[in-house]
């Protein structure tokens, strides 16, 4: 039933891309988050699914509807420069690495991780821009429609988490049991997954989620504050969002979350004494409730368990050798996996506090690094260096309230993406990079709009 009525929304955003692209990119932020399995295949092979025919449909129908402009400009910034370059790295590196048939498998899996969220940036950043002048309508229904998703998805979770009843559970299959798909029960606590096979893709998109509710919040706050209705709205969307990330029961997302909100502190001056004062009496009821707090099951299997990260460690270890005997273009895209698994098997096992290595590196540096190589890892870091980058640009770029809540927002929503990527490999999820690429979509969106880029000499150009 659920297949059929996803089929059915696809032909109705199919139909709509061609008709109103804006609108149908709205169906599909709105939709995406829900639709994991392949619609249609062919023979074994998956060829179709909602986010590949959703996108590609809406990003042919811009290339070829030129009312409102270029859908992509031929001068390129440093982000987008650097993204194309590891994309490109990865699928020739397949070149070398796989047989045909498995190339096109892998391409497809890249084409999920990378190029469907570059696609989602270049859309999100072309209706921000081209927007009846800049008038900022987009903006907020993009804003407004991913916070509708997102309490949806929270709201799976806290379901998840109090009945412990996976809404979404796992397909048979080695490769959903090795990255451990579907919700987690450990020792009566749910780690959720919500509408995705994996835990680690609903934590960090519900953490992407409560920094954009926190930012709508403020401008309801500033713009509406008499408006009871729409703050109590807000409010409890955040509430949603907290409780979700707590049922996740992931430490580095918690871990992240903390320090997002920590941004605050550092940009939001008027607002330090207030965190100041939260951090005081929360850090005094944690003495003063240790003796509680350590005997509660969330401090003894999550909090304080150890034994999962040095399981990680061996791994990482595992990911160090690999990269010594292949530094230049590594194992090959996701050949990790099966370079434990047989080093384990030939008896070559590695031990860290006597936790024996897991399988997966559960990092994202370390695991780029063994599969393909230090000439992908560099591109990657700029990646990540070029996002910093714009967003101190945007920071210091003047600007009204709202941009200036906008840039705190998205300094956060940069740390929950950053985080997990060492205690995870968070930055291969396609449904976690489709947010973290619509959020730079408008970043780069809000830069261009307030004048920092500008040709010259057939380059683009950014203003200091």
Not at 13 to 40: C, K, Q
Request: hydrophobic share 50%; net charge positive.
């Amino acid at each position: 039933m659920i297949d059929l009525a996803i089929k059915a929304f696809l032909s109705l955003l199919l139909v709509i891309a061609f008709i109103s692209p804006a609108r149908a990119f709205l169906l599909w932020v709105l939709i995406s988050p829900f639709t994991s399995e392949y619609l249609f295949k062919t023979g074994n092979f998956p060829a179709i699914t909602f986010d590949r025919m959703g996108i590609l449909c809406i990003a042919i129908s811009l290339i070829f509807n030129k009312v409102n402009g270029k859908f992509f400009s031929s001068k390129l910034n440093s982000l987008e420069k650097w993204v194309i370059i590891f994309i490109s790295i990865l699928t020739v590196e397949l070149l070398f690495t796989y047989r045909p048939r498995d190339i096109i498998a892998h391409f497809l899996t890249i084409f999920d991780m990378f190029i469907i969220p570059l696609l989602v940036y270049y859309i999100t950043k072309h209706f921000i821009i081209n927007d009846e002048g800049g008038s900022g309508k987009y903006f907020k229904k993009l804003l407004n429609i991913t916070m509708i998703a997102g309490c949806f998805i929270g709201l799976m979770g806290i379901y998840e988490g109090v009945t412990l009843d996976d809404l979404n559970p796992a397909p048979e299959s080695d490769f959903s049991r090795r990255i451990g798909g579907g919700l987690r029960a450990i020792g009566g606590l749910a780690r959720v997954n919500g509408p995705y096979y994996t835990p680690e893709t609903f934590g960090v998109v519900m953490s992407m989620m409560f920094f954009m509710v926190l930012y709508k919040l403020n401008m309801v706050k500033k713009e509406e504050g008499d408006d009871v209705v729409k703050k109590t709205v807000h409010y409890s969307m955040l509430v949603i969002c907290i409780v979700a990330i707590y049922f996740n029961m992931f430490r580095s997302i918690w871990l992240a979350v903390v320090l997002g909100l920590g941004c605050r502190f550092i940009f939001v001056r008027e607002k330090r004494h207030k965190m100041i004062f939260i951090a005081i009496l929360a850090i005094m009821f944690a003495l003063g409730s240790w003796g509680i707090i350590t005997e509660q099951n969330v401090y003894k299997k999550r909090i304080s368990d150890s034994e999962s990260f040095y399981n990680r460690v061996g791994a990482w270890m595992y990911c160090l050798r690999a990269f010594r005997e292949n530094p230049i273009m590594g194992l090959g895209f996701g050949k990790i996996y099966k370079y434990i698994e047989h080093a384990q098997e030939a008896g070559d096992m590695i031990y860290v506090e006597d936790a024996e290595a897991a399988l997966e590196p559960h990092e994202t540096f370390l695991t780029i690094l063994a599969e393909n190589g230090i000439i992908a890892l560099i591109p990657y870091i700029f990646i990540l260096l070029a996002v910093l980058r714009y967003m101190l640009k945007y920071r210091s770029s003047g600007g009204d309230y709202a941009d200036k809540e906008f840039s705190v927002a998205l300094f956060s929503i940069f740390m929950v993406y950053f985080v997990p990527m060492f205690f995870d490999r968070t930055g291969y999820y396609p449904k976690i990079n489709n947010v973290f690429y619509l959020c730079l979509g408008m970043l780069i969106a809000k830069l261009e709009m307030h004048g920092s880029f500008e040709e010259k000499n057939g380059k683009l150009i950014e203003i200091v």
